[in-house]
């Protein structure tokens, strides 16, 4: 019987979609920090954003204290201003687009590839104006968006390609890291996030200019750097940015859970196999497609119902596996849909392909420290409810 009905459910606590591992070693290093004088803008910063640069393959990581940060700055770094336009997918967290709107440009929404879920580049290419200036593509779940295709209408039409990575720090594309495929790429590092520093995200470019815009822009405009005096007190703001330093004590977590980033990947990878053994043979559920080309970072594992052939709606499934104790979520209610986005002009019906998407769907819990017990849980929760309906 259903725990929703009154049965026993699969488990006794509820298990979250996603949360952080930190171990001892973490604790120690944010402990040397606060033992030290420098807490922030200290040396454990370029160190982190050495050690990142190091493994995405790119020449310069810049650290931000948020990777919504992050990507306010890397259209900062881009150049766009109210009048331009880009292009983006619907099917992302808020902050994507809301970090061109800090800017005063205008997200335009483009629909999904109905198998990735990822922006599509044909569907893109369609919403090119003479106002569009950037390509933000999102490599939703952690499975790397179409960066060839990408990259080629980009060029071809004179486009900054920026890609938001918050998903996928230490998947691969072509056999490549995610990082140096976009003009820039963010990550974030909120606890549910690949690794974690509490709060924070870093750009990686393989473009110094924009690199030393980000920096410029991370700390109030001001530069030490082609001044005109030798007055050694003397700095220069000389544009208007924010104060979006990340701290030493964040950097030092940041710089240790890096070294667990591979087994941390490896975990995901595991648990995402294992889920997909037990539902590829369930009815009337979908398992998430995976290109050959790319190996996800397994952020995300997405569940998408074949409604046609249930009983019930996903609100049921939904509330069934929550009563389990089972910490299914949806990712994500389409950006324009929020009363925000809706008061700026925005439409439902702009990306069909999406909205159709977006009732079908359910986040199970994937994190790396799930049990192999609780991955069992989730298993024999979800084949209990789609039994029922
Ligand atoms: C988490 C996330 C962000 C924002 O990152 P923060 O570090 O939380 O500011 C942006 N885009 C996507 C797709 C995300 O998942």
Redesign the pocket.
């Known amino acids: 019987m259903l725990a929703l009905h009154n049965g026993k459910p699969v488990r006794q606590n509820l298990l979250p979609y996603g949360k952080q591992w930190l171990n001892d070693e973490d604790k120690n290093e944010v402990w040397n920090i606060l033992n030290t004088s420098m807490i922030t803008q200290g040396n454990q910063v370029p160190k982190f954003e050495e050690h990142i640069a190091d493994i995405t393959k790119t020449a310069h990581a810049v650290a ?1 204290s ?6 306010h700055a890397a259209f900062y770094a881009a150049e766009l201003r109210a009048g331009d336009d880009f292009i983006t997918t619907p099917i ?5 687009a809301n ?1 061109g709107l800090y800017v005063g440009a205008t997200p335009v929404f483009a629909d999904i590839d109905d198998r990735t879920y990822n922006l599509d580049v044909t569907e893109a290419s369609h919403k090119i104006t003479t106002s569009t200036k950037a390509i933000v593509s ?3 779940t952690g499975q790397p968006a179409d960066y060839d295709g990408f990259r080629e209408l980009a060029d071809n039409h004179n486009l900054v390609y920026i890609s ?4 996928s720090l230490g998947a691969s594309y072509k056999g490549e890291p995610v990082g140096s495929q976009a003009d820039m790429t ?1 990550f ?3 606890p ?2 690949p690794v974690t520093t509490g ?3 870093v750009i990686v470019t393989d473009n110094s200019v924009y690199a030393e815009r980000l920096r410029l822009f991370r700390s109030h405009g001001i530069t030490k750097e082609n001044i005109s005096t030798t007055e050694p007190w003397y700095y220069e703001m000389k544009d208007l940015g924010m104060n979006y330093r990340m701290t030493d004590i964040q950097a030092a977590l940041g710089t240790s859970q890096l070294k667990k980033l591979p087994d941390f990947i490896e975990r995901r990878q595991k648990i995402a196999q294992a889920y997909n053994e037990a539902f590829s043979t369930l009815k009337n559920v979908k398992i998430p497609y995976q290109l050959k080309s790319t190996k996800s970072g397994w ?1 995300l594992y997405i569940l998408r119902l074949e409604l046609n052939n249930l009983k019930k709606g996903r609100r049921f499934i939904f509330d069934a596996l929550r009563a389990e104790n089972i910490g299914v979520h949806v ?2 209610i389409p950006v324009y849909y929020h009363p925000y986005y809706q008061e700026l002009g925005y439409e439902k019906g702009e990306c069909p392909i999406a909205e159709k998407w977006y009732e079908e769907v359910l986040t199970l819990p994937l994190f790396p420290k799930m049990t192999d017990n609780d991955v069992h849980d989730v298993v024999l929760a979800v084949t209990k409810v789609l039994n029922e309906v």
Do not use: W
């Not at 948020?66 to 990507?71: I, M, P, Q």
């Not at 992302?92 to 994507?96: P, R, V």
């Open positions: 931000f948020s990777g919504t940060a992050a990507l992302t967290f808020a902050a994507t970090a999102v490599d939703f938001d990575g918050a998903h963010m974030s590092f909120h549910v996030k709060e924070g995200g952020h990712h994500y």
